[in-house]
């Protein structure tokens, strides 16, 4: 009895039998790592690694600049046989969130100031030595600061965003280590490297600024 196998099954069962050889050279064959993204297992059999992606989201929960990992990264693989390639492993995406908490937000003014200004000594409130151009503070936490003088009801070590400021097309990371007789309110007194270095545009009203965290 002759039986009538459609041709479409039997390039399936070709296919498939392909599949599981490769596998099976995969697994049996010694590694042999190459240059690149490339491993040669053996004359026919190629891995290959398919890096996998980076996203990042942002978690308004998650302190301001703080990552927290929440999926992990995994590399694909995919394996070729005589021009043939088959994917062994999908890569999973790693998933990253980004704190954006802020405690809250107010309008302000924003001012600028050099430590050879009229009755400064060249030392910060905080005691800190500005002058020769030191002009950033490390934060433990939030690295590199620029250093600004607010009113006494932010304590020092606050951390103020500065947004829309004619100075930067950037957001401004600063920390509160200074006062300043005038300086009351909203008003934020911007530290540069001398008063000569202050850009005429640095006086300006209606700036937008982020309390991310309110003393040390």
């Known amino acids: 009895m002759k039986l009538n196998i459609p041709k479409k099954f039997g390039i399936i069962v070709k296919v498939s039998a392909l599949i599981l050889f490769v596998v099976y050279a995969v697994i049996t064959s010694e590694v042999e790592p190459v240059s690149g993204n490339t491993i040669e297992q053996d004359k026919n059999v190629?891995?290959?690694?398919?890096?996998?992606?980076s996203y990042e989201?942002?978690?308004?929960?998650?302190?301001?600049?703080?990552?927290?990992?929440?999926?992990?990264?995994?590399?694909?693989?995919?394996?070729?046989?005589?021009?043939?390639?088959?994917?062994?492993?999908?890569?999973?995406?790693?998933i990253v969130?980004?704190?954006?908490?802020?405690?809250?937000?107010?309008?302000?003014?924003?001012?600028?100031?050099?430590?050879?200004?009229?009755g400064c000594n060249g030392r910060i409130g905080a005691g800190q030595d500005v002058r020769n151009g030191n002009i950033y503070y490390n934060d433990s936490k939030y690295g590199k600061l620029r250093i600004v003088a607010a009113d006494s009801k932010f304590p020092y070590?606050?951390?103020?965003?500065?947004?829309?400021?004619?100075?930067?097309?950037?957001?401004?990371?600063?920390?509160?280590?200074?006062?300043?007789?005038?300086?009351?309110?909203?008003?934020?007194?911007?530290?540069?490297?001398?008063?000569?270095?202050?850009?005429?545009?640095?006086?300006?009203?209606?700036?937008t600024v982020?309390?991310?965290?309110?003393?040390?």
């Open 157 to 207: 070590g606050t951390i103020l965003r500065i947004r829309n400021t004619n100075i930067s097309d950037d957001a401004i990371l600063s920390i509160v280590l200074d006062r300043g007789g005038k300086v009351k309110g909203n008003l934020i007194d911007l530290l540069f490297p001398s008063s000569s270095e202050i850009p005429p545009n640095a006086t300006q009203s209606n700036i």
């Open 57 to 94: 989201q942002v978690n308004n929960n998650l302190d301001f600049g703080e990552k927290r990992i929440v999926q992990s990264g995994i590399n694909g693989l995919t394996a070729s046989y005589n021009g043939t390639e088959i994917v062994l492993q999908k890569p999973q995406a790693e």
């Open 210 to 216: 982020d309390v991310i965290r309110l003393g040390y």
């Open 97 to 118: 969130e980004i704190g954006e908490k802020i405690l809250y937000t107010f309008t302000g003014s924003l001012t600028g100031y050099g430590p050879d200004c009229y």
């Open 46 to 53: 190629i891995q290959k690694i398919i890096p996998y992606e």
